[in-house]
């Protein structure tokens, strides 16, 4: 049995049923492939259930302003995708519709080869091969294929392989195939994607069970742990961030960070951050006596948590400053009702802190409670 038929056999007994999977609605399937970019399914299902339920249509989400998506975002992270997603809506509304061909999808916002070919076999049937981080390590273990998948060489030998085996398995007569009532290169490109999810896994990979296992090179020759490649061409740098929650009458300080750095379009408190360097109290009273000079104490709410992102690690120090009279705030910041903040999109390391703030207020107000 070829390694298609195989595949495609497996995936008839063991296929994952996921709701996008149910429909042609170019516009579900778009959405789920965003959502899906470098996030687990049983993450993304709940967001993408939200967004389907808040904007059924791709012209709903165009008219929907950026805070709002990004505010139904917060959670998922690497937010340039929801705004990627907003503005690639507004594109398609724009031209009258989905594009149908595979160039046509790339010129949406945020679509690269990949999604192009996820929504272009789907959505509308085109014999395109998808390319993701399953698919290159089933292709990798079962022919035995030591080209870096991050590599030049190793992207276009991989795209040029899992074309192949689509056009082969296109160019066959296999009757299991029209049970799908699906294009063939939709099947064929779930089975590649699923088999590589929760068969040939990057951990514990069940290759005794693997239907493929008399084939695949990898196997044969113990390399399966090592297979696939990937060079290392990530640079980690870290930062050090101070976020001070100001309080007073029921009201904080936010502002929108700009563009050209992370989160760019959430929002924050005060953030004091000096590269490389982490503020010692001193430094932070001295700052914030410039804008209330009754400033005299701080309340450390949690030190030095670490948020890792994809290239950098953050370490945040959290306070809290309750001042006497109502401060002058730095440019861009503007007074929010606590009562209203969770208006606002913010990054998952905010909503950390807000949950420290919220620990605070309660247990001092237990505190403070007579008897």
Request: charged share 20%; net charge neutral.
């Amino acid at each position: 049995m070829s390694f298609t038929t195989t595949i495609i056999q497996w995936f008839r007994e063991n296929g994952r049923a996921l709701p996008w999977r149910e429909t042609r609605d170019p516009y579900a399937i778009w959405l789920s492939e965003i959502i899906l970019q470098q996030t687990r399914i049983e993450q993304g299902r709940p967001y993408w259930e939200r967004f389907m339920q808040r904007w059924p249509t791709v012209e709903a989400l165009a008219e929907a302003s950026e805070d709002e998506v990004l505010r139904l975002w917060q959670g998922l992270g690497y937010y340039s995708r929801a705004r990627n997603l907003h503005q690639a809506a507004k594109q398609i509304v724009a031209s009258g519709g989905f594009p149908t061909t595979l160039e046509g999808l790339r010129a949406l916002k945020g679509v690269g080869d990949y999604t192009a070919a996820a929504i272009g076999s789907f959505a509308f049937g085109l014999p395109a091969a998808v390319v993701d981080g399953n698919v290159y390590r089933v292709l990798a273990r079962h022919y035995g294929i030591a080209t870096p998948i991050n590599s030049t060489e190793g992207k276009k030998l991989f795209a040029a392989l899992a074309q192949s085996l689509l056009d082969g398995m296109l160019n066959e007569e296999c009757g299991m195939m029209t049970t799908f009532h699906i294009p063939h290169s939709s099947l064929y490109n779930q089975a590649l994607m699923d088999f590589g999810a929760t068969q040939c896994t990057p951990s514990s990979p069940q290759c005794p069970s693997c239907p493929l296992a008399e084939s695949c090179v990898a196997f044969r020759e113990g390399r399966v742990s090592h297979l696939p490649v990937k060079q290392r061409t990530l640079k980690v740098k870290e930062r050090h961030l101070t976020y001070i929650y100001i309080r007073y009458c029921g009201e904080t300080a936010l502002h929108r960070r700009p563009a050209g750095d992370i989160w760019q379009g959430l929002y924050e408190p005060l953030l004091l951050e000096v590269s490389g360097k982490r503020l010692e109290e001193r430094d932070m009273l001295k700052y914030l006596g410039i804008l209330s000079p009754l400033t005299t104490h701080l309340t450390p709410l949690h030190n030095n948590v670490k948020h890792v992102l994809t290239h950098r690690v953050l370490y945040a120090d959290f306070w809290l400053w309750e001042p006497a009279e109502r401060p002058l705030l730095p440019e861009g910041y503007f007074w929010v009702p606590e009562s209203d903040l969770d208006r606002y999109g913010v990054p998952r390391l905010i909503e950390i802190m807000f949950d420290a703030v919220h620990q605070h207020i309660a247990s001092d107000a237990k505190t403070q409670s007579p008897g």
